[in-house]
């Protein structure tokens, strides 16, 4: 089993940056691939970047170079800076990692942009 706990979501105005947070424990040590989605109202849960064991990183094309997932492995953390939001990044980010096949999501931290 896996826990994952989000944080660093907040209001933000346009322009500004965030930079979001997941804890991961339990065994850690089967955790491959790690990643942020996220989900605004009305719309399904979409993929904002990716990193796996080795540190590839994967990002969803809208993000436009904006935002940046990194790993800390002795912290157990992962990180997603989100720089120049735009209102449209307003959702639920979450948190997921891959264990042996299995996908474990965290409970979601909430990121609002006003304009």
């Not at 850690?28 to 080795?54: C, D, H, K």
């Amino acid at each position: 089993q896996v826990q994952l706990v989000e944080s660093g979501g907040g209001l933000v105005q346009a322009g500004e940056s965030l930079r979001l947070s997941c804890v991961a424990s339990g065994n850690i040590f089967s955790i491959n691939t790690m990643g942020w989605y996220r989900q605004a109202p009305g719309e399904q849960r979409e993929l904002v970047a990716s990193i796996n064991g080795g540190g590839s990183t994967n990002y969803a094309d809208s993000m436009n170079g904006r935002f940046s997932i990194s790993r800390d492995n002795a912290k157990n953390t992962l990180y997603l800076q989100m720089n120049s939001l735009k209102p449209e990044d307003t959702a639920v980010y979450y948190c997921h990692a891959n264990s042996r096949g299995v996908d474990y999501w965290g409970l979601g931290t909430y990121v609002i942009v006003s304009s």
